[in-house]
């Protein structure tokens, strides 16, 4: 499995940007990054997902590095309700597409 | 929301029992993730259903086992249950597992305690 590295946890001032890295360096040609956040024991909800090319949803953006080694996901204006654990994937098996969770990043904001 | 459900939400029960938890997967998913999260633990892979068959495993106890049912909802039975089965379950879905470029959605979990 592709493993992944995060930090273990960051802070950030309400309103700034939040940017979440990943290191990735194993990846495979073919497996996408996805990135998930877990609130305070819910549900880990999606957020965005990429193959090469940089992303942007209504939550956020995710940008890639041309040798796709590492990513970074961007929470453009955070807020309190941003406070959560990120887990960065990049390995979702091919005929199951099951997600390996590490163990995140606790992402803090700050008023 | 997901649109994943999961029923009950909460859980009390004592040590040798025999729980069953359920998962309506999202309307048009045919596949359904179980998951383990213990106090302060990642999230464990369990069990894969794809359409009916079970698809992957992982660290699933024997205690533990699963089905996927014609409508394709899913239930996780877990017995001869222990103190250290207490956790957070998590059920989730998607549309085909077969593409590396799909997501999947999780439910809100159930939390299961052991006493």
């Known amino acids: 499995d592709a493993k992944t590295t995060q930090p273990p946890s960051m802070d950030c001032a309400e309103g700034r940007a939040a940017n979440l890295p990943c290191n990735h360096s194993?990846?495979?040609?073919?497996?996408?990054v996805y990135w998930y956040r877990q609130i305070h024991s819910q549900g880990p909800q999606y957020i965005i997902h990429g193959l090469k090319n940089n992303e942007t949803n209504e939550m956020a953006s995710l940008i890639i590095t041309e040798d796709r080694k590492s990513s970074t996901l961007i929470l453009p204006h955070a807020t309190l309700r941003d406070t959560a654990v990120y887990y960065c994937?990049?390995?979702?098996?091919?005929?199951?597409?099951?997600?390996?969770f590490g163990q995140g990043t606790t992402l803090q904001v700050k008023p | 929301d997901s649109g994943v459900t999961q029923t009950p939400k909460h859980l009390i029960t004592a040590t040798g029992q025999r729980v069953t938890l359920r998962c309506s997967p999202r309307s048009g998913d045919l596949s359904v993730y179980w998951y383990q999260q213990s106090l302060d633990q990642g999230l464990q892979f369990l069990i894969q259903y794809y359409n009916g068959e079970e698809r992957a495993k992982g660290n699933i106890l024997e205690r533990f086992s699963a089905q996927q049912f014609p409508d394709l909802h899913s239930e996780l039975n877990l017995s001869s249950l222990e103190l250290g089965d207490s956790a957070l379950y998590f059920c989730?879905?998607?549309?085909?597992?077969?593409?590396?470029?799909?997501?999947?959605?999780f439910g809100q979990g159930t939390r299961l305690t052991v006493v």
């Open positions: 194993t990846i495979s040609g073919n497996e996408y």
């Open positions: 989730a879905s998607s549309v085909n597992p077969d593409r590396l470029n799909t997501e999947a959605f």
């Open positions: 994937i990049v390995r979702v098996e091919s005929n199951t597409g099951k997600l390996i």
